[in-house]
């Protein structure tokens, strides 16, 4: 039997989609899939993938740019797999109490891409994210770790269960 390939992708700034990225991988590999975990920019081709996560950190409203190229560059053959998109961004605990609806320009590519579904995490900001912005957030007390792994881990079994056994 050969596993299901998977390539989950990302986009992210600061490194906290990064790790949303890592754990999903990991999580598929435990349930026996094949997951390759990359930076969005360095996807080329997503041909030698049955399935593909994709993500991006959410900055003032807008997806990563990183993640938005890379479906574009793949949109041709990425209608013809099994897509999963994931957003990473509020730091707060508003993922968790509500589904949030992805933003524009994740609704249009869920729309081009033929996605099966997409998820918003909570996002991370510490004393070391660099920025003015970040900076003032933790200066403020609004900084924190919004990521929660059981989260991400049921959703990625999610991922799993309806992909199926291997082939």
């Given amino acids: 039997m050969t596993a299901k390939r998977v390539l989950v992708a990302y986009g992210t700034k600061h490194g906290a989609t990064a790790g949303i990225a890592t754990e999903i991988g990991k999580t598929l590999r435990e349930d026996?899939?094949?997951?390759?975990?990359?930076?969005?920019g360095e996807v080329d081709d997503v041909r030698g993938y049955d399935a593909v996560v994709l993500g991006g950190a959410l900055y003032a409203g807008r997806w990563s740019g990183e993640a938005e190229s890379c479906a574009d560059r793949n949109?041709?053959?990425?209608?013809?797999?099994a897509v999963y998109l994931f957003s990473s961004g509020p730091v707060d605990s508003s993922a968790e109490q509500q589904a949030i609806p992805p933003v524009p320009g994740v609704a249009r590519a869920m729309q081009r891409l033929g996605a099966r579904e997409h998820i918003t995490f909570g996002g991370s900001i510490g004393a070391g994210t660099p920025g003015f912005i970040a900076r003032a957030m933790v200066r403020a007390g609004k900084g924190g770790d919004f990521r929660n792994p059981e989260r991400i881990r049921t959703w990625a079994h999610h991922i799993s269960a309806e992909l199926g056994p291997a082939c």
């Fill in 32 to 40: 026996g899939l094949e997951a390759v975990v990359v930076r969005a």
């Fill in 75 to 81: 949109e041709i053959n990425l209608k013809h797999r």
